[in-house]
């Protein structure tokens, strides 16, 4: 196929898109429409916001984005405890779109942190998350957790969005964190996803 050829289907590839009747049509347009606007992340940081509910449990040293290089934004969390070790604790994982404000969006999930780390399969969405977090992160272990909670220079590649079906837009993450039956804090994560195409 030559060049000419493949940049006509990209201009009417775009109102094919949306034809949900044609599937081989769609994916079609995908491949071409990506190989022409590769350039840019699909998947961004956009803002970060913290809360730690009392600061006799705990202290937030650092939350926060910063540019690393050029279009490469780093996520920087530093979560102090005051109460450790922790042996048990639960977290809240939901997903919001943005939609007239943050709408509840595909998941929330209530986990066992101590048994998730035991057995990661049984929570697919938890464990991609997770999976994202734990190279840059001192969270890689299992219970009981004696330390600080650090995050640095989290970044975010591709390849983590691809494995979630989740159409382009604005979407927040938010962890509530509850210890010893006691809700502590909560971390928010505002991601934009830009798959270039619908899906
Ligand atoms: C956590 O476990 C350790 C030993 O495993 C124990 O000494 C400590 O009291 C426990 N902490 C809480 C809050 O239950
Ligand atoms: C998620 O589930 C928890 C526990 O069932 C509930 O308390 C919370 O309100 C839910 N959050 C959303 C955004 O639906
Ligand atoms: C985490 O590190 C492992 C081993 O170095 C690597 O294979 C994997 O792709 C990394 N994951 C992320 C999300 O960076
Ligand atoms: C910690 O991360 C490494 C590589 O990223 C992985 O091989 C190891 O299983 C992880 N440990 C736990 C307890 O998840």
Redesign the pocket.
Known sequence: MNVFYSFQWTVNCWPTMRLKSNPMGVWSCVAIVLMFCDSNALFKFKNIKCTCYEKSFCELKRCELKVLGRGIVGLFLHAQTHQLPINKSTCILSLYRRFNGYRPFLYNITVDICSFLKNRKRYPFVDLVY??IR?FSNVNHSCPYNHDIIVNRMVL?DN?IVKVPVPSGFYKLMFILKTDGIWRGEVEVYVEVNLGYDR
């Open positions: 999976d994202g190279n590649n983590m």
